[in-house]
């Protein structure tokens, strides 16, 4: 038996495939199904069927594009209440694939139709456990997402409750040597803490991990519950997407209008624009927001972008603009791009230039909003309004606009699209600190 994971560093998610005896099974696969074709082809193998842990809120599954376009046969619980063909395994149930035996562990917390797999190798010793959003390497995921979404709803009390069950009564028997494969890893909005190693043990999860140390329910209850991250536009909508399966990629991808730089853009639709801010800066549409394709674009355009709104797609060149309209697809949200284009011809705004020294020498000249999460230290200028990037579209205009506005974040990145929303929102003048502010940050002793 052969496992590899395979780890988006966008989304933060993992998937896998399983082979055995010529046949692979793939669990939670992203919406590109290329590298899993690929894989499947080195192992001369045939991937005959997928196991869903749960109808993911953070990425869209290509689960019904192999359904569609392989006939692999696509497992679940049977409470997901899925629009497509599919074969429900109970908790308990076992399905084999090659030699290998697939079974299903019922394991709510995450969500109320979450199922674990553990896998068999062909001697019949439990090998693997892929945990989906339920058990994480060092954490357990949230409970919060299922209360408005989805065909199964949950209070997040009680997917809470039902998260100690899954932890004590599912995950604690196993034996120790097992590996723990699970669907995240650091970065990702569907836990809280979240280590950086991408793979465990069950023996280290007992150990290691705070759920397992914590045997009063209620107290995990509270923990679990307390200071979890912020929930973007795009997580309820993606259940539902997952729910009914996404249409293949290529063809989905193909359907995105390609418009030219001439083309009029209609001023109402709200433009994404991917450049880096030094380009952003010097010339773009007015009002255009400046999410720039980086490392996390996929979760930023769903974090400020709305699933019922449509947009303009803007990137640098060709490359890059068929790139990003692919991380949007990674979400489900190129079927709101109104068009993609390379940048129009006639891009008449600019942000000002930005005076750091005279910043530093005067910063009570300045209202300062701070764009991080209130997880993330305390203010670094006195007086500071404390607005988190993916609640600034919403409170914009709780900004305080007498003295020009100078913006930051941790690193740069956030800054510069909440400094272009402000820019669209605001009569005033805007700056954005960008990278300088590590400049202000606290040193370590």
Not at 41 to 59: C, G, L, M, Q, R
Not at 218 to 247: I, M, S, T, W
Not at 370 to 392: K, M, T, W, Y
């Amino acid at each position: 038996m052969k496992v590899k994971q395979f780890f988006d560093e966008g989304l933060a998610h993992a998937s896998y495939a399983i082979i055995s005896n010529g046949e692979a099974a793939l669990v939670d696969p992203a919406r590109n199904t290329k590298p899993y074709l690929k894989y499947a082809e080195e192992n001369n193998a045939k991937i005959v069927a997928v196991f869903e842990t749960h109808p993911h809120a953070d990425f869209v599954s290509s689960h019904r594009e192999l359904h569609d376009t392989l006939g692999a046969t696509i497992f679940i619980n049977a409470d997901m209440g899925a629009d497509y063909p599919h074969q429900v395994l109970e908790d308990g149930e076992e399905v084999k694939i090659g030699g290998a035996t697939v079974k299903a562990l019922y394991s709510p917390g995450h969500s109320p139709d979450h199922s674990a797999y553990l896998v068999l190798d062909e001697t019949g010793k439990a090998h693997s456990v892929y945990t989906g959003d339920s058990l994480f390497v060092g954490d357990v995921g949230r409970p919060d997402l299922r209360e408005g979404a989805g065909k199964t709803k949950a209070q997040r009390k009680d997917l809470a409750s039902k998260m100690f069950h899954t932890i004590h009564e599912v995950y604690k028997p196993l034996d120790n040597d097992i590996l723990v494969y699970p669907a995240h890893g650091a970065g990702s909005l569907c836990g809280k803490n979240m280590s950086s190693e991408r793979y465990s043990t069950i023996g280290k999860e007992k150990e290691e991990n705070w759920a397992f140390k914590m045997e009063e329910e209620a107290d995990f209850v509270k923990a679990l519950l307390d200071d979890q991250p912020f929930v973007p536009h795009y997580f309820p909508y993606d259940v539902e997407v997952n729910r009914k399966g996404a249409k293949p990629l290529e063809e989905s991808i193909q359907a995105v209008p390609r418009l030219k730089t001439s083309d009029t853009l209609d001023k109402n639709v709200l433009l994404i624009d991917t450049r880096p801010q030094k380009e952003f800066k010097q010339s773009h549409v007015e009002g255009a927001f400046n999410i720039m394709n980086g490392e996390k674009f996929e979760t930023w355009l769903g974090s400020l972008v709305k699933p019922e709104e449509s947009y303009y797609l803007i990137a640098a060149n060709e490359q890059e603009l068929d790139e990003v309209i692919r991380k949007a697809a990674k979400i489900g949200y190129e079927t709101q791009i109104r068009g993609a284009l390379l940048p129009p011809q006639s891009m008449d705004a600019q942000s000002p230039e930005f005076d750091l020294a005279y910043f530093k020498d005067h910063p009570d000249q300045y209202n300062v909003v701070d764009l991080r999460s209130p997880s993330e230290g305390e203010n670094l200028f006195e007086g500071a309004q404390r607005i988190p990037l993916n609640e600034l579209r919403e409170n914009a205009q709780e900004v305080k606009t007498d003295k020009p506005i100078v913006v930051h974040c941790a690193g740069g990145y956030r800054s510069a699209a909440g400094s272009s929303i402000l820019e669209s929102a605001l009569d005033a003048k805007v700056y954005d600190l960008s990278e300088a502010v590590d400049e202000f940050m606290p040193q370590e002793a």
